[in-house]
């Protein structure tokens, strides 16, 4: 059993857990991810890493109450214990002196990005952040990534702090940096990764994303998260996550994300509708 430590929203619908895993801690490297199970019945629950501790033998993971597994996790009260914690899964992002390197990070990724920053910026590299939310009250973590990096970024949709809009903005970022890029990273949803990576496409910037299919072992057994890169068949849990995502086949992936969708999405937020009318009816 592994204990809670941590968990509560840190912004609205991103949840921050700190959970105890001393075997994980020791061995994470950045880009790698765990599966979580929150209860015994519970499904398992593919989540990035954003920071570890591993004299403590901690994990600080975000994320996101998607549905109703995340749902279940978001209810674990600190102090009490989850049945799951395996990993590391998944191969480390390739860390090496690229020169100046474009972290971008969303949603849950803004906390991902955090140690590859970090292992970025110990070897050398000039690392510019790029952090992006829908608005300024999804954004978190800026002080930390700040000490990472030596620029720091941000966007929000309705322009409420930093730049307005989304990553498309790219080409005028990077036409105001001094150096050219010589690599991008994104962490984050399945639309920031591919419209990220059509933005850097026609400026020639290799772009990696931390690819997010749906996943069940995690360990290449099931075949569930098969995505084709590059016209090739890869299982995100083992080869990935991190692909080439020019290369990524983007239609593919979003529609068979979307397999459960019927079984899993509608009725949670049709639960969730029915709960709210219930509430304002009796309220
Ligand atoms: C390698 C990897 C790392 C991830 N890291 C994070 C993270 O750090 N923080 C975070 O918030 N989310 C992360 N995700 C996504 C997260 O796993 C899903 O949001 C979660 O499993 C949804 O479960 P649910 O039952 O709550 O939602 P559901 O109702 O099942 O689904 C909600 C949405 O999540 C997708 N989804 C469902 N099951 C999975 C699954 N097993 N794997 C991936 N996507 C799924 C569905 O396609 C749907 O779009 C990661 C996914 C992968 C593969
Ligand atoms: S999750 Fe089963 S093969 Fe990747």
Redesign the pocket.
Known sequence: MFKVLQNEMHVPN?HLLVVEAPEVAREIKPGQ?VIVRPSEEG????????DWDREAGTLT?????????????ASVEAGSEIPTVVGP??RETEIEKYGTVLLVGG???I??IYPIARALKDQGNNVVTIIEGRSSYLIFWEDRLAEVSDQLIVITRDGTKGLKGHISRLPEIVSTLDTPVDRMIINGCTHLLKRGSDASRPLGIKTIV???????DGTGMCGV?RVTVGSETKF??VD??DFDGHEVDWAELRQR?????TE??VP?RTSRCEEHAASRRDG
């Open positions: 991103i991810f499904e398992r629950i593919p989540l990035n890493v954003s993971i975000f994320f996101m109450n998607a549905g109703s597994s995340t749902d279940l996790l899964l998944g949603c849950y990724g906390g991902s931390s690819l997010n299919p749906i996943m069940i998260c995100a849990c990935g996550p994300r979307r397999t459960y969708i899993e999405v949670t």
